[in-house]
């Protein structure tokens, strides 16, 4: 079965950080693009950020800019999504997403992907 699995959200207050894990299982995520995506409640869909199979290439929202950072661990076909300085307006349930034949900046504009997690809860409140 082929899945992702999403890990590491939670309650936090503004200005903390918290660690985003996106797991694989059922295939490797060696051959595919991953991107994080988040939806607030009333809102649409947004790509936050995306990385290239490689690592070497990465797209980050204006929004998240200079606080977050994507990453990938090929060897525990994991993709991480550091979050620092933490704002209210970064709530939002966030997922990961895997694609193939796509670029970062593609798969985050067009919010695309193959596969999808279920999603992880990120709550920004004092």
């Known amino acids: 079965q082929l899945q992702l699995v999403e890990s590491g959200g939670g309650l936090v207050q503004p200005g903390g950080s918290l660690r985003l894990s996106c797991a694989a299982s059922?295939?490797?995520?060696?051959?595919?693009?991953i991107g994080w995506f988040r939806q607030a409640p009333g809102k649409e869909r947004e790509g936050v950020s995306c990385i290239s199979v490689g690592g070497g290439s990465t797209y980050y929202a204006d929004s998240v800019k200079g606080r977050f950072t994507i990453s990938r661990d090929n060897a525990k076909n994991t993709v991480y999504l550091q979050m620092n300085s933490l704002k209210p307006e970064d709530t939002a349930t966030y997922y990961c997403a895997a694609d193939r034949r796509t670029t970062v900046q593609a798969m985050c504009v067009m919010i695309s992907g193959r596969y999808w997690g279920q999603g992880t809860q990120v709550t920004v409140s004092s």
């Open positions: 059922g295939f490797t995520l060696d051959y595919y693009a």
